[in-house]
C-alpha cells in the first residue's frame, strides 16, 4: 500500500527533470525516430503515439508506466495540453482509455487515472462529457468491479476511480442503469460500511453513491441493502472535524430520501425526529454561519421525507413546523457574510424542485442529467429548437381546395367592387367625430348648487354629460392621441382654458341628486326601454362623450328614482353592480366652498378618441352570450377607463418581504386557534348566504370577463381567494377580475390568491395588481389604478392533482399575495390582473368607429368572420383608403395594395393585447396625413378579438373547448375553432388569389418579460442555436423580417430589440407565426409581446405600462408599416434615395448585433436580474429556455454589404 501511493510521485518528479527513473530505459532513446521537437504541443503528440505503439506492440510496462508520468506531468503543468487532449479530432483519450483497459500494471492505471482526474477536474462538464462519449464510464466501472476482487482492495486505486466516476456519472445519462448492471452499487456500499473511519476513501464514495442515487430504482435497491442506516451512521451532531464529509453524506441522504420507499423507511425508524435534532444543534453553535452548507443539507433531507405524507405527518408530529419557524427568526440579519448574501440574491420563486406525492407506490426509474451551467465551451443546446432544415423552410400547403376556400370571397369585396355607385369626387375629408384630443373638464360641482330644470330632467340620469360641441374653433381642435407630431405645451394649455370656459358655461345645466338617489342606484336594474331612450341611469344624455363627467348632490329628494326596481329585460335580467351607499364624497369642504370647485376638479381625460358609450355598452351586453349567463354589469365596463393624468413607476420591492408573508402562512398552522377559516364567497353554491357581518368584505365576479370562484377570510383583515380554472379545463389559473365592497378606510387588507399556476411573475419585479375604485370613478377619476404594497409570488403548499398539472405529479400552486388599504368607506372596488377589456366593450368600440368614419376617405368594413361555440360573432374589420375616383386606373390601385393581416386576443388573460389593437384601429381611422397615407398603402384586414368566448367567460387562456387555440393553427377543427379555422381559411384564399399578405401579426402579452418586444421566423437563426453550425452558414436567407423589429426599435419608446427572438421551437409549430409562416408563405410573420408590468429601458424605464402606452404602442406599429412600405417601395413614393438611406442608416447606426436573436439599442440598460423565458408564446407552457449568452453572431458578408431596403427589393416575391 505504501509503495502503490509513493510511486507516482517519485515517478512524476524525475519524468519532471526529464531523468528516466531508475532501472527504466527512455523510450524516447528507444523508439523515437528523427528530431525531436521541445515544443509541448510536438512532445504530448509524441508521447501519445509512444503509448498507443506500446498498445499494439505489447512493450514492458515500464515503459508505459514511464510515457504515462510524462503525460501526467505535462497535464498537471499546461492547461495547453488538456486543452488538447480533449480537443475534437485527437485521439488522446481513446489511447488513455485503451491503455487502462488493457494494462495490468497497477502504476500505469494509477498514472492515467491521475491523467483523467486533471483533465474532468479542470475543464468542467464538457470535457466529463468528452471522456463519456469515449466509453469511460463502461471502462471504469469495469476496472472497480476488477478492482474490487483483490483482497483487500487497494486503497488509492479505489480513491481515484470513485472520484472520476462521481464527476463523469452525471454526464451520462445511462449511468445509473450502468452501475446497476455492472454490480457496482454494492461494491461502493460495502466500501463504505467496511471504512467508516477512513474518511480520505468514504468521501468519494459517498460522492458516487449520490449519483448513483439519482435514478430511483437504484435508490430503492440502496436502500433495501442499509443505506439509510449507513448514512445516519455518518452524520451526527455539531462538530468542527469532518465538516465536508458531513456535507456529502446529507446530500447523499437528501437524493435516496427522494425515493418514497427510502423516506417510508426513516420514518419507520424515527429519523425525522433526528433530523431535526442535529439540525437545532447544528443551528445552536453554528453562530458565524460557516457551515450553511450543512444545515441547508439537513433541511434539504427533510423536504424529500416531507413529500410524502407519513413524513409530513411525523414532521408535525416531531412539532417541526414550530422549530423550524424559531429557528428560522433572525433578529438581525447581518450587514455582511454568507448570509447577508443569502439575503441580498434577487427573488427565486421556483427554486424549490417539485416532487411526486403518495399517488402511487411504484418507483419509477428517472435518469436525472444535471448541467454544469459554467460550461462555456460547449455550445448551448435546446432540445426544443427544430433542427431539421427541411421542416424549416416555408411550405406553401393550401390545405383546402380553391372551391372550398371560395366561401371567403365575400369578406374580400374590396378586391372586386368598382364602386361606380360611390360619390369618390369630393376628397373633403369629413371631420371625424373623435379626432380632437378631449380634454374636457370633470365638474364636481357643490351640495349647495341651485338645480335647475324640472324633475323630469332629473329623471333622465344621475351623470350629466357635458355637452362639448364638435365643431369648435381652431383652438379647441386637437390632434388624436395617435398623432405622432409634437404638440407644443402651450397650444395645450390654451385650448385647456378655452374648453374651461364652455365646461363653466354649462355647468349652470347640471343638477344635482342627494344620497338617498344614489343609494337607490344599488337597486336599479336595467330596464327594456325604447331604443330612442337610453336605458340606465345615463338615459337621454350625449353618447359622443360617454364616461360621466359630473356626479352631483343637493337636499332635494327624488322619491320616483327608487321606483325603478328589478325589471326583466328580454328576459333576463342585467344589472349594474352595487355603488358606494354612502353616495358621493366631497373631496374636501373647503374646495366645496370655493367658487374655484370646478377649476379644482379639472381632470385631463384620455388623449385618444372617445370611443366609450355607456349607454351603447349596455345594449350590446344584452346580447352578449355568457355560460353563466352574467346578469350584472361592472362598473368599470360601464364608467369606461381613462389614463390616469400621471406615472405609475415599477413598485419597488420592500426588502424581506417575501420571508415575512411566508412565515405569516406558516404561523396559520403554529397558531391555529387565531384562524376564523370562513367561507365569504362560494360560486359552487348557489344557496350560499353572504354574512351580514359589517367588518367582512363582500365579492362578486358575476359579470363579464370576471374570474373570482371562492374566498375564505383567513384572519380579521385577510382573505384566500380561489380562482376559475378555465371553462371545460381543469387548469390555467392566473387571470382574476372581480369586485370588493364593504370595505373601512384606512386598515390594511390582505390578499392572497392562492392557486395561480406559472413558475413565476412580474409580480416578483415591481408589477402591481388594478384597482378601479367607483367612488373615485364618481370624483372624476375613472381609472384603472396600480395599488398594492408587499407584492410577491411564491410557490405555496397547496399540491396541484396529477390531472390539474397536465399529468405532471407533484407540481404545486403559487400565491399572489398583495395588501390594500382603500380610501373611502363602503367604497364599490374591482380588483384585475391586467386592464380588463371585455367582448362587449370591443364590439362598442367598433361600432363608434363605424358610425364616426368619413366613407368618402375611409374604406371600413364590419363581417362577422364566423360564430363561437356559444354563439357570439367574431368580427373582422377591414379598413384601407377610398379609391381616388371610380376611373379604372385608381380603382387598380385600390385592389393591388398589399395586404396587412392583424390579430389579436387569442389569449383572453392577455388583455393588454386588445389595448395595443385599440390603438392601431383608432390610429388607422384617424384623420392623420400619416394614417391616411398608410391606408393609401395597405389593405388592412383585422380580427381583433380571435377568442371571444374566453374573453367573456374569464378564461385565461382556453376558448370554451378548453384548448389553447394558440396551438390550433396546423390543424383547427371547423366545429371545436372555428375562428382559428376561418382565420386561417381567410389566410389560405388571399395565398391562393396570390395575394399573399406583407406582414402578419398577433398581438399578445407576456407575464414575465418587460417591454414590448417581437418573435420572428428565422431558418438561419434557428440553425445557428444548433450545434450544426456548418449548416448555418450554408442558409441564404432574407433577413428581411429583421426590419420591422428593427424599425419599431427605433420609433416605438416600449419597444426593446434585445427581446426579439426568431428562433423556431418545435412546441411552437402549431402556433399562428409559425403555420402562417411555413404553411401560408408570409415570410413576415411575427408575434408581438406586451409586458404586462412595464419597461426597463428606453423612455419609459422604471414605469408600469398603462393603456396610453399600449395604445400608444399599437399605433408605432401602423407607422413602422409605413416605414416598411417605404423601404421596400421607395419608387412609388417617389422619395429621395438619399432620404430613404439616412432612415435605413439611423436605424443601421442605433443598432449593434450582440446574438443572432438579439439587437441591443446603444442606450439600452443592462439586462434585469430576474427569470427570463426566451421561448416564443410560452408564459403558460412549460418553460424551454434558450442560453441568454450563447455567443456572437457573425452577419454573412451579404448581410453585412446590403443595406435593408436592397435586400428586401432583392427578394421581395
Known amino acids: 500500500m505504501v509503495s502503490v501511493s509513493v510511486r507516482p510521485y517519485q515517478a512524476t518528479t524525475m519524468a519532471a527533470a526529464n531523468v528516466p527513473v531508475p532501472g527504466e530505459v527512455s523510450p524516447l532513446t528507444e523508439m523515437h525516430s528523427g528530431p525531436i521537437s521541445l515544443t509541448n504541443n510536438s512532445r504530448i503528440v509524441g508521447l501519445l503515439a509512444q503509448l498507443e505503439k506500446i498498445n499494439t506492440e505489447s512493450a514492458e510496462s515500464d515503459t508505459a508506466r514511464y510515457v504515462t508520468s510524462k503525460i501526467l506531468h505535462l497535464a498537471q503543468s499546461q492547461e495547453k495540453t488538456r486543452r488538447e487532449m480533449t480537443a475534437k479530432g485527437s485521439t488522446g483519450m481513446e489511447v488513455l482509455l485503451s491503455t487502462l483497459e488493457n494494462t495490468k500494471d497497477l502504476q500505469t492505471t494509477l498514472n492515467i487515472l491521475s491523467i483523467l482526474v486533471e483533465l474532468v477536474s479542470a475543464g468542467g462538464g464538457r470535457r466529463a462529457s468528452f471522456l463519456v462519449t469515449k466509453g469511460g464510464s463502461q471502462i471504469l466501472l469495469q476496472l472497480l468491479m476488477n478492482a474490487s476482487k483483490e483482497s483487500p482492495p487497494n486503497e488509492e486505486l479505489m480513491v481515484q476511480i470513485h472520484s472520476i466516476l462521481a464527476k463523469i456519472g452525471p454526464k451520462d445519462k445511462k449511468f445509473g442503469v450502468k452501475a446497476r448492471i455492472n454490480g ?10 467496511q471504512n467508516l473511519q477512513n ?177 462555456l465551451d460547449q455550445n448551448f443546446k435546446n432540445d426544443d429548437i427544430e433542427t431539421d432544415i427541411n421542416k424549416l423552410k416555408p411550405q406553401e400547403e393550401p390545405g383546402r381546395t380553391i372551391e372550398e376556400l371560395k366561401m371567403y370571397e365575400h369578406l374580400f369585396p374590396e378586391l372586386v367592387d368598382d364602386f361606380q355607385d360611390c360619390d369618390l369626387i369630393s376628397k373633403e375629408p369629413k ?74 358655461r354649462t355647468v349652470s345645466s347640471v343638477h344635482g341628486l342627494n344620497n338617498d338617489i344614489v343609494k337607490a342606484l344599488d337597486r336599479i336594474t336595467l330596464q327594456n326601454i325604447p331604443s330612442q331612450t337610453a336605458p340606465g341611469f345615463t338615459a337621454g344624455m350625449k353618447k359622443d362623450y360617454s364616461l360621466p363627467l359630473t356626479v352631483l348632490t343637493c337636499t332635494k329628494a327624488c322619491p320616483h328614482m327608487a321606483s325603478c326596481g328589478n325589471v326583466l329585460f328580454e328576459g333576463r335580467t342585467v344589472q349594474l353592480g352595487k355603488l358606494c351607499c354612502t353616495g358621493v364624497e366631497t373631496e374636501d369642504d373647503e374646495d366645496t366652498e370655493s367658487t374655484s370647485s370646478v377649476e379644482q376638479a379639472l381632470v385631463e381625460i384620455s388623449d385618444g378618441p372617445t370611443l366609450h358609450d355607456s349607454d351603447l355598452y349596455i345594449e350590446i351586453v344584452k346580447n352578449t352570450k355568457s355560460v353563466p349567463e352574467y346578469s350584472e354589469v361592472a362598473y368599470p365596463d360601464y364608467f369606461g377607463h381613462i389614463p390616469p393624468p400621471f406615472k405609475e413607476p415599477i413598485l419597488e420591492r420592500p426588502y424581506g418581504v417575501q420571508r415575512t408573508k411566508i412565515a405569516q402562512d406558516i404561523e396559520r398552522l403554529i397558531h391555529q386557534s387565531d384562524i376564523i377559516d370562513r367561507v365569504v364567497y362560494d360560486l359552487d353554491n348557489p344557496s350560499y348566504a353572504i354574512p351580514e357581518e359589517g367588518d367582512i368584505l363582500k365579492f362578486n365576479s358575476k359579470f363579464e370577463s370576471g374570474n373570482l370562484r371562492k374566498v375564505i377570510q383567513i384572519r380579521k383583515n385577510e382573505y384566500d381567494l380561489i380562482l376559475n380554472s378555465d371553462i371545460n379545463s381543469n387548469h390555467y389559473h392566473q387571470w382574476f377580475y372581480f369586485e370588493v365592497s364593504g370595505m373601512r378606510p384606512g386598515v390594511a387588507y390582505r390578499f392572497n390568491i392562492i392557486n395561480c399556476e406559472k413558475s413565476n411573475s412580474q409580480f416578483n419585479y415591481g408589477m402591481q395588481p388594478l384597482m378601479y375604485s367607483v367612488q373615485e370613478a364618481l370624483n372624476a377619476r375613472p381609472w384603472w389604478m396600480r395599488v398594492g404594497t408587499d407584492i410577491c409570488y411564491y410557490k405555496n403548499h397547496f399540491s396541484r392533482s396529477s390531472v ?46 363605424e358610425s364616426a368614419h368619413n366613407p368618402q376617405q375611409i374604406y371600413f368594413r364590419k363581417d362577422v368572420l364566423c360564430e363561437t361555440l356559444s354563439g357570439n360573432s367574431c368580427p373582422l374589420v377591414t379598413i384601407t383608403a377610398m379609391p381616388e375616383s371610380n376611373y379604372y386606373e385608381h380603382i387598380c390601385q385600390f385592389r393591388n395594395r398589399p395586404y396587412v393581416f392583424l390579430s389579436a386576443r387569442v389569449h383572453p388573460g392577455e388583455t393588454n393585447a386588445s389595448w395595443v389593437m385599440k390603438g392601431t384601429l383608432e390610429y388607422l381611422m384617424s384623420n392623420n396625413p400619416t394614417a391616411q397615407s398608410l391606408r393609401e398603402s395597405y389593405i388592412f384586414k383585422i380580427v381583433p378579438m380571435l377568442n371571444p368566448d374566453g374573453v367573456i367567460n374569464g378564461n385565461h387562456r382556453c376558448s370554451l373547448s378548453g384548448e389553447d387555440l394558440n396551438r390550433q393553427w396546423q390543424s383547427p377543427n371547423p366545429d371545436l375553432h372555428p375562428t382559428i379555422y376561418h382565420a386561417k381559411g381567410l389566410l389560405q384564399y388571399l395565398a391562393a388569389v396570390k395575394r399573399l399578405p406583407l406582414v402578419y401579426c398577433d398581438y399578445h402579452g407576456h407575464s414575465r418579460k418587460k417591454n414590448v418586444f417581437m418573435y420572428g421566423c428565422s431558418i438561419k437563426e434557428t440553425v445557428w442555436h444548433t450545434t450544426d ?6 442558409v441564404v436567407e432574407d433577413v428581411g423580417y429583421r426590419t420591422l423589429p428593427k424599425i419599431l426599435s427605433h420609433i416605438a419608446p416600449a419597444f426593446c430589440m434585445s427581446s426579439c427572438s426568431f428562433v423556431v421551437e418545435k412546441s411552437k409549430e402549431s402556433t399562428a407565426r409559425v403555420v402562417v409562416w411555413r404553411e401560408i408563405g408570409v415570410q413576415r410573420s411575427y408575434t408581438m409581446e406586451s409586458t404586462l408590468c412595464g419597461c426597463d429601458q428606453g423612455k419609459y424605464k422604471g414605469l408600469q405600462i398603462g393603456t396610453r402606452e399600449l395604445e ?88 453585412e454589404v446590403l443595406s435593408d431596403s436592397e435586400l428586401s427589393r432583392t427578394f421581395l416575391p
Open 184 to 193: 457496482a452499487l454494492n461494491i461502493t456500499l460495502n466500501l463504505v460500511k
Open 199 to 375: 474518511h480520505r476513501l468514504v468521501l468519494p464514495c459517498l460522492q458516487l453513491l449520490r449519483v448513483y442515487s439519482a435514478n430511483s430504482v437504484n435508490s430503492v435497491s440502496l436502500g433495501k441493502n442499509g443505506v439509510v442506516e449507513l448514512m445516519f451512521k455518518i452524520i451526527g451532531p455539531f462538530s468542527k472535524k469532518n465538516s465536508g464529509l458531513m456535507k456529502v453524506a446529507l446530500d447523499t441522504l437528501a437524493a435516496l430520501l427522494k425515493s418514497k420507499t427510502n423516506a417510508r423507511r426513516a420514518v419507520d425508524r424515527g429519523y425525522v425526529q433526528v433530523l431535526l435534532t442535529i439540525y437545532v444543534d447544528w443551528h445552536r453553535h453554528d453562530n458565524r454561519h460557516r457551515n450553511m452548507l450543512i444545515r441547508k443539507g439537513i433541511l434539504q433531507s427533510l423536504k424529500s421525507v416531507t413529500n410524502i405524507k407519513l413524513g409530513r405527518k411525523a414532521f408535525i408530529d416531531a412539532n417541526g413546523m414550530k422549530i423550524l419557524y424559531n429557528t428560522s427568526q433572525l433578529p438581525v440579519i447581518p450587514v455582511t457574510g454568507p448570509v447577508a448574501q443569502l439575503y441580498s440574491l434577487p427573488p427565486e420563486v421556483d427554486d424549490v424542485v417539485d416532487e411526486s406525492d403518495d399517488n402511487d407506490d411504484i418507483d419509477l426509474e428517472a435518469e436525472n442529467e444535471t448541467e454544469n451551467e459554467d460550461d
Open 431 to 504: 371631420p371625424f367625430a373623435f379626432e380632437r384630443k378631449v380634454r374636457g373638464p370633470i365638474v364636481v360641482p357643490t351640495a349647495g348648487e341651485e338645480a335647475s330644470g324640472n324633475s323630469g330632467n332629473i329623471r333622465k340620469g344621475v351623470v350629466m354629460k357635458a355637452n362639448v360641441s364638435p365643431k369648435g374653433d381652431e383652438g379647441d381642435k386637437k390632434p388624436t392621441f395617435m398623432d405622432l407630431a409634437k404638440e407644443d405645451g402651450k397650444d395645450n394649455d390654451r385650448t385647456l382654458q378655452q374648453q374651461l370656459g364652455v365646461e363653466n
Open 804 to 849: 390539474a398539472a397536465g399529468g405532471q405529479k407533484g407540481k404545486s400552486y403559487y400565491t399572489i399575495t398583495f395588501t390594500v388599504s382603500f380610501p373611502h368607506k363602503d367604497d364599490v372596488c374591482y380588483f384585475a390582473y391586467h386592464y380588463p377589456y371585455t367582448y362587449s366593450t370591443l364590439q362598442m368600440h367598433l361600432q363608434k368607429l
Open 1029 to 1034: 453550425n456548418a449548416a448555418s452558414c450554408d
Open 1112 to 1199: 400608444e404602442m399599437g399605433a408605432k406599429f401602423c407607422v413602422g408599416l409605413l416605414r416598411l412600405k417605404r423601404l421596400t417601395s421607395p419608387l412609388e413614393y417617389n422619395l429621395p434615395s438619399s432620404l430613404l438611406d439616412f432612415e435605413n442608416d439611423l436605424i443601421e447606426s442605433s443598432c449593434k448585433v450582440t446574438s443572432p436573436t438579439t439587437y441591443v439599442l446603444d442606450e439600452d440598460e443592462p439586462r434585469f436580474l430576474e427569470e427570463v423565458d426566451y421561448s416564443a408564446e410560452s408564459n403558460d407552457e412549460l418553460d424551454i429556455e434558450l442560453a441568454e449568452n450563447a455567443g456572437d453572431y457573425e452577419p454573412s458578408a451579404q448581410e
